[in-house]
């Protein structure tokens, strides 16, 4: 602390003075690079082997099921070539292809506020395979079970409505991510990328957030639980 | 005069004393602040925990508002006992009194790291506070733009762009309210109205240490989720949101707390301590916009925060004042926040004119013209500012038979505004100007107030107000109003008082380049954002209709030229304070205002002897005129400039 009497030379004070721009340049990069651009993973489509000019996505969603900052919030997971779950709805899909989508639904569903989430689009032959069914359309209202989250693509026309686990099951997943053993329901789509490259926003549109008023918050608009983008890419 | 303040007295003792009261004790600062400051924090949000943690809404949500809340509290009662502000309160509430001699004043930088009741360190205190927080929301309107550069890649995610969003808003609209008023208004008033002091040193200081407690606060609401409803803070976005909105409530709470405080200081000061001869036709403009903003604060702010108090209810105990679902109303935080709001546009823009009418005739070497024209411009501007918020609300299903009223009442606050315009022509007409720096910043708040003002009464009409509702056009006419015309004051305020603040003149040639870039970026970023409203860009989206991605890379570019101005002044301003120190010859614009009469540094208590006002401040040119005041010169290099040096 300078006193009375004492004065820096200006060489000191020049130091000083570049020392503390340096040092605020540091936290501004910090607070971009550690916190703003910080981002769950990006999680790439799988080559499929089989078909030409298509790639595979595995994704689950998980109910309230004690994973991450926020153990109470749903959320998305995406499997990657390894077969390893990642907690994310940032996806990477090439420009020009067929997107085949296999969804694990873990969460429990109920009816909807609005019976236009029910309805299928977008997809390859305007329906989804459901347990082994294809339906244009999913019940909401269907008992015990109902509509849990909806996958929706807005630039891309893409909406799909993901069938709930009924409530009265008894091996509920306890912690994501879950597996093949536990309740849940699969659906399985497949949709054309674009032509263009493109950065799509995609998300959930049933308010699912647990806790919020009208269950509009939390997850609903968070990167790696229900929004997220679809990166279609050349 | 109301007050006597002579010496034998001793109320008019220049205020210098710190601590609050304690002579000897702790030396309390901003650091000692920040530290019972945390504790007090830890204290608060176990409390709430304890309190709220098994309301089902915690469970369910995984967040305790409460906690939060009174973490905040007690946080900043923490940063207040830290710095010693509770000192003098708590001694007289427990019947101790409080030394009344003055204890040393602290020397070097550390005086400006604690509580002091000088009212020229808190000047300056405010000065660089502002600063700071000034540039951080302009880094936040740079990572807007980045964004905006494409419609398709994305560097944010929306959730965090709308927290960028969110934050740039709050903190320029919240934080700059006390531009002016904070780092001009405490240091100068007083020495314009020939006062040794202002009224109430310890609210004055109290008042600039709720800032950085508000940006603390209101910052750390990026590590919590932010704030998704903007600065608007609209129900129920605001009553859904995570805690972030909790720390957008509470430090914008604190910023009220701040004006009310600062607004009481600056109208008791006027009022009262005002020199033998300052009569009010004597005033100078800057003191004429302190108070008239600080009866605008007064009468608006508590408004604002009875509707925050409102929200944290709503938050935090569950009530549902503001969400329709359970019965309440989200048009109460509509009617409430607005009430405020709309009187804050002119409390960010009465300053600036008040500035620029205090600057203008001094390089325009001749008087202010039309001097009452001009206070009744700011007396007008103020009053009418109470009875057009509802114009925020054409589109919300308000009586529609009530829009031509409030369109009738914001149409007629042009005309006192255009008084204040109309002044500012006048006293450049057929003058000898001087174009230096401070000059360069007044006539561009005049060219960039026109295309905000002109706007201002197209949006005010309800047709196009429904037209251009929400778009990037309104947004291009508040920036041309707040930044083209406050922050381009400031900036001649800076250049203009850097050599009474800290016996320094700015470089020209520095100014210059700064000025120049400046305005001219400025109005390239601003500008197209017109045309990008009227082609249908909403605000506060992150993806907008490819067709516009060239005008929003050229509005981008320029606010990267624009900041890159900004944080060139920024360098060579600190540079020029601390390292290069080029001096400055006792008033060298020849003001005639009492202020520069005192020298540098500017004595403490202000004044030997309370001075005696002779004549008006603005009197140039006139042969005649006499000295601005008969005072005892105090100062190393006083100079006394009479009337008429031309």
New interface residues.
């Given amino acids: ?4 009497g ?1 004065s820096l030379s ?1 060489g000191a ?2 130091g ?2 570049l020392i ?2 340096a040092a605020a340049i540091g936290l ?1 990069l910090f ?2 690079f550690g ?3 910080s ?1 769950p993973d990006v999680v790439t489509a799988t080559q499929s082997t089989s078909q030409p000019n298509t790639v595979n996505l595995v994704m689950q969603v998980d109910g309230a099921v004690g994973v991450g900052a ?4 749903v959320g998305y997971w995406v499997q990657d070539a390894n077969g390893v779950w990642h907690q994310t709805t940032l996806v990477k899909v090439p420009v020009n292809t067929n997107v085949h989508v296999t969804v694990y639904e873990y969460d429990s569903g109920g009816a909807l506020r609005n019976p236009e989430w029910a309805k299928v689009s977008g997809v390859s032959g305007g329906q989804v395979n459901l347990n082994g069914t294809e339906d244009a359309i999913v019940n909401p209202n269907s008992p015990g079970n109902g509509i849990a989250h909806t996958f929706v693509i807005p630039g891309l026309n893409v909406t799909v409505p993901l069938y709930g686990v009924n409530g009265s099951v008894k091996n509920f997943c306890q912690t994501g991510p879950c597996n093949l053993s536990e309740a849940h329901t699969t659906t399985s789509f497949a949709f054309f990328s674009g032509s263009s ?3 799509y ?1 995609w998300q959930c549109f049933v308010p699912c ?6 269950g ?3 997850p609903m ?3 790696g639980n229900m ?1 997220g ?1 679809f990166e279609v890419v050349k | 005069m109301a007050i006597d303040m002579s010496q034998t007295t001793g109320v008019g003792r220049g205020g210098s004393s710190e601590g609050g009261g304690l002579k000897k004790g702790p030396k309390l600062n901003a650091f000692t602040g920040v530290l019972v400051g945390a504790l007090g924090y830890l204290f608060g949000h176990w409390m709430g925990n304890a309190i709220a943690g098994g309301y089902q ?7 305790n508002d409460t906690a939060i809340l009174l973490g905040f509290i007690f946080g900043t009662i923490g940063f207040f006992l830290g710095l010693g502000i509770l000192n003098y309160p708590l001694q007289k509430m427990t019947g101790i009194e409080p030394p009344t001699d003055e204890p040393e004043q602290a ?4 005086k400006y790291f604690r509580y002091t009741l000088d009212n020229k360190v808190v000047g300056i205190q405010y000065l660089f506070g502002m600063l700071v927080y000034f540039f951080t929301a302009g ?1 936040l309107a740079m ?1 807007i733009r980045t964004q905006l550069l494409s419609p ?9 762009y709308l927290e ?1 969003v969110g934050e740039h808003g709050t903190m320029m609209m919240m934080m700059m309210t006390s531009v002016v008023m904070g780092p001009f208004g405490n240091f100068l008033v007083p020495l314009m109205i020939g006062s040794k002091r202002v009224a109430f040193p310890r609210l004055e200081a109290a008042a600039f240490w709720f800032t950085p407690a508000a940006y603390i606060i209101l910052l750390s609401a ?2 919590q ?1 932010g704030f ?1 409803s903007g600065w608007t803070g609209y129900a ?1 976005l605001s ?4 805690v972030g909105q909790d720390a957008y409530l509470f430090s914008f709470g604190l910023l009220g707390f701040s004006m009310i405080c600062s607004a009481l200081n600056m109208t008791a000061t006027i009022i009262n301590y005002r020199a033998p001869g300052m009569r009010w036709s004597r005033l100078p403009m800057l003191a004429w916009g302190m108070i008239t903003v600080a009866f605008t604060m007064l009468l608006s702010v508590p408004v604002l925060i009875v509707g925050l108090y409102v929200m944290a209810l709503d938050r935090s105990a569950q009530t549902s004042m503001l ?1 329709a ?1 359970h019965g309440g109303s989200s048009f109460l935080w509509e009617n409430l926040f607005w009430f405020f709001g709309h009187p804050e546009v002119y409390l960010l823009a009465l300053p600036g004119f008040g500035v620029v009418t205090e600057i203008l005739p001094v390089f325009a070497r001749k008087p202010l013209f039309a001097y009452k024209t001009s206070v009744a411009g700011m007396i007008g501007v103020a009053v009418l500012s109470f009875f057009v918020w509802q114009h925020h609300l054409f589109q919300s299903g308000m009586n529609p038979d009530m829009r031509p009223l409030f369109m009738l009442t914001t149409e007629l606050i042009s005309i006192p505004t255009g008084f204040l315009y109309l002044v500012g022509m006048g006293t450049m007409w057929r003058s000898r100007m001087r174009f230096d720096v401070p000059m360069l910043f007044v006539m561009a708040v005049f060219f960039n107030f026109l295309f905000g003002g002109i706007t201002g009464v197209y949006v005010s009409d309800v047709p196009i107000n429904v037209t251009v509702h929400g778009s990037y056009f309104v947004m291009a006419h508040f920036h041309y109003t707040i930044m083209g015309q406050l922050m381009f004051s400031v900036m001649a305020a800076i250049y203009y008082y850097t050599p009474l603040y800290f016996g320094i003149k700015l470089s020209e040639k520095l100014g210059k380049i700064h000025f120049w870039t400046m305005f001219i970026a400025f109005n390239s970023t601003f500008l197209p954002l017109f045309a990008l409203g009227l082609l249908g860009m909403p605000r506060r989206v992150f ?1 907008y209709a490819q067709r516009l991605q060239h005008l929003n890379q050229w509005v981008s570019v320029s606010a990267f030229i624009l900041g890159l101005s900004l944080a060139f002044f920024a ?1 060579t301003f ?2 020029q304070l ?3 120190k080029p001096k400055s010859p006792p008033n060298p614009w020849e003001s005639r205002g009492l202020e520069w009469q005192v020298g540098y540094p500017v004595p403490h208590g202000n004044f030997a002897k309370i001075p005696v006002i002779l004549a008006g401040p603005y009197e140039y040119g006139d042969p005649n005129a006499l000295p601005v005041a008969e005072l005892s010169a105090v100062g190393a290099h006083s100079a006394s400039v009479s009337g008429g040096d031309e």
């Fill in positions: 602390m300078p006193r009375r004492v200006k004070r020049a000083i003075v503390s721009f501004i607070g971009i916190y703003l651009r981002s926020h153990p109470n919030w490259v493109h950065s926003h957030g647990l806790g919020y008023l009208e509009n918050g939390g608009q968070s990167l929004a983008f | 809404q915690v469970v369910g949500s995984g967040q020397q070097g930088m550390m880094l990572a398709t890649n994305h560097i944010w995610g929306p959730a965090t960028v990026l590590w989720g998704q129920p009553i859904q949101q995570g969400y679902g993806e360098v600190v540079w601390a390292v290069s």
